[in-house]
Nanobody
Framework: HVQLVESGGGLVQPGGSLRLSCVAS????????MRWYRQAPGKQRDLVAS???????TYADSVKGRFTISRDNAKNTVYLQMNILKPEDTADYYC???????????????WGQGTQVTVSS
């Protein structure tokens, strides 16, 4: 059984920073893409950033230059460093990953439970 667990959310003032973490646990053989999504109240869930096993990263236009996604493959962990936060960044942030379980030969997509980020003065 594979689980993704996020942490690091909270309340921060505009212009501040937060660092989100997501740890994948379970019987894991390898992880391909790891992603962060966010969902604001009443809105759809949107892709914020992705990082592939190669290290290639992609970002939504709204966060380019402010957010940085990284990963520690030895720890099966993905991070999202969020700087110069704005009120419009307020949302639930979800970790997502393509995981190959031990003994399998295909990747399965998993979601974390989410962590709340509120940007407000």
């Amino acid at each position: 059984h594979v689980q993704l667990v996020e942490s690091g959310g909270g309340l921060v003032q505009p212009g501040g920073s937060l660092r989100l973490s997501c740890v994948a646990s379970g019987s894991i053989s390898s992880i391909n893409a790891m992603r962060w999504y966010r969902q604001a109240p009443g809105k759809q869930r949107d892709l914020v950033a992705s990082i592939f096993a190669s290290g290639t990263t992609t970002y939504a236009d709204s966060v380019k230059g402010r957010f940085t996604i990284s990963r520690d493959n030895a720890k099966n962990t993905v991070y999202l460093q969020m700087n110069i936060l704005k009120p419009e960044d307020t949302a639930d942030y979800y970790c997502n990953a393509d995981v190959m379980k031990a003994g399998n030969y295909h990747y399965t997509n998993y979601w974390g439970q989410g962590t709340q980020v509120t940007v407000s003065s």
